[in-house]
């Protein structure tokens, strides 16, 4: 694993969104996958603002969301399909190539399931896959105990992400289940990025990183790549 230790979020966010574009400019007809929440928003953010100034090309690239929670399109308020159409698609002044995005409202979730491995099978593997970390140690929806031989897959939701999505939906929906792409095919992405911010994060980031490799703790899996980013703010850094 590469630490890298920024002092705040801003550093933070500007270090993976080089490390996004890096890789894009190593492959450039590539495939590469971003997380929606509060920790990346700034990374994407950074990310648009480099390819609106020309400082990478994507019109080569293909994109996949990395996950969605089961019961949510990507019209609906709290979707990670949402936030990749307001911060990512709809403010790039050039697109990508072409883009996969989770429809968690999808009639046939089996179906969507299988499209989402189908995209990853034809464009990828991924070039690129930046990830948070849940508080009980979650990539995408990966949960506690998951097969880390899965790829895409439709999984339970920990009793912990139960507890943090109500700052998403309050008591508007209370989804039991997310859709994500799998350990198997985060493991096979030529790059990897785990971002990380604020003091709430710092047990459950020395636990991945530090502590035994388990599917108790889904992130510390990323132990294992061979080209895994680790890119965290000062607070989320200070038990490594």
Not at 147 to 172: C, Q, W
Not at 186 to 212: D, F, S, T
Not at 235 to 240: I, S
């Amino acid at each position: 694993m590469h630490i890298i230790v920024c002092k705040d979020y801003e550093e933070m966010s500007r270090k993976a969104a080089a490390l996004v574009a890096e890789g894009i400019q190593a492959r450039p007809d590539g495939l590469i996958s971003f997380p929606g929440g509060d920790t990346p928003l700034g990374m994407v953010r950074e990310f648009v603002d480099m390819v609106n100034r020309g400082e990478v090309d994507i019109s080569r690239t293909h994109y996949v969301s990395l996950d969605e929670w089961v019961g949510l399109s990507d019209t609906d308020e709290g979707s990670c399909g949402l936030f990749n159409r307001e911060n990512l698609l709809s403010r790039l002044e050039k697109p990508f190539a072409d883009v996969h995005i989770i429809n968690g409202a999808a009639v046939n979730m089996d179906a969507e399931r299988q499209g989402l491995d189908d995209y990853i099978e034809k464009y990828g593997p991924l070039d690129v896959s930046v990830l948070g970390i849940g508080m009980n140690g979650h990539l995408g929806f990966n949960e506690n105990g998951v097969d880390f031989s899965l790829n895409a897959h439709i999984i339970p939701l920990s009793e912990t992400t139960r507890k943090v999505m109500s700052k998403y939906f309050g008591d508007k929906f209370h989804p039991t289940q997310g859709i994500s792409q799998g350990i198997r095919q985060i493991m096979a992405a030529r790059r990897v990025i785990l971002i990380a911010n604020g003091a709430h994060k710092a047990e459950i980031l020395r636990k991945a990183v530090r502590g035994p490799v388990t599917n108790e703790v889904p992130a510390s899996v990323l132990q294992n790549h061979p080209n895994c980013y680790v890119v965290a703010d000062e607070a989320a850094a200070a038990l490594l």
